[in-house]
């Protein structure tokens, strides 16, 4: 049972290294048709980037089946990729953007630091230039600010940058 259990911490871990590869060159990459519905103002309930929440949810179910079905440890690994998805659906879509009715802002510590980075990245409009690219895990906000700063063009302002979530707007210092 100890073994099991490291493989699915070990696989939460792994998925968020692996989701900030995936958002970076996948979803900002030849992926952008779908993730810039994340990235651009809409009302609706559900939007194109919710795919890959599917996606990967499917991915998690055929290893969860493999492995009950006696291919041990892909169980274990597709329940670390539960686990991560379920930690991506509160951190991510809850306390960032806001897409249930959980509507708690942080004022410190690491949610604070997660909930500032992820709003520096969504400063970004576009599929070039972004940065902070994980979902649990963010740089230091004073280096994102830096960075942003240093890839901002006079055509792109964070300072005119608005989250498409109403939570007011952005600046480079991430407030």
């Known amino acids: 049972m100890l073994l099991n259990t490291l493989i699915l911490i070990a696989t939460v871990a792994g998925m968020e290294v692996a989701a900030a590869l995936i958002h970076r060159y996948v979803m900002h990459g030849f992926g952008w048709r779908w993730h810039r519905s994340h990235h651009e103002p809409h009302q609706k309930r ?15 179910i055929v290893l969860i089946a493999l492995g009950t079905g006696g291919a041990w440890p892909l169980q274990w690994i597709g329940a670390g990729m539960t686990a ?68 901002q063009s006079p055509s792109t302002s964070a300072d005119a940058a608005t989250d498409r979530h109403d939570v007011g707007p952005v600046d480079a210092r991430g407030r």
């Open 84 to 151: 991560y998805g379920l930690l991506y659906f509160v951190v991510h879509d809850g306390l960032v953007h806001k897409r249930w009715p959980f509507r708690y802002i942080p004022r410190r510590g690491y949610l604070k630091r997660l909930y500032l980075a992820h709003r520096l990245h969504h400063a970004v409009k576009t599929k070039e230039r972004g940065l902070s690219f994980g979902f649990l895990y963010a740089p230091p906000t004073d280096k994102l600010r830096e960075e942003l700063r240093r890839r």
């Open 46 to 60: 559900f939007e194109l980037n919710d795919l890959y929440a599917v996606v990967f949810a499917a991915i998690a």
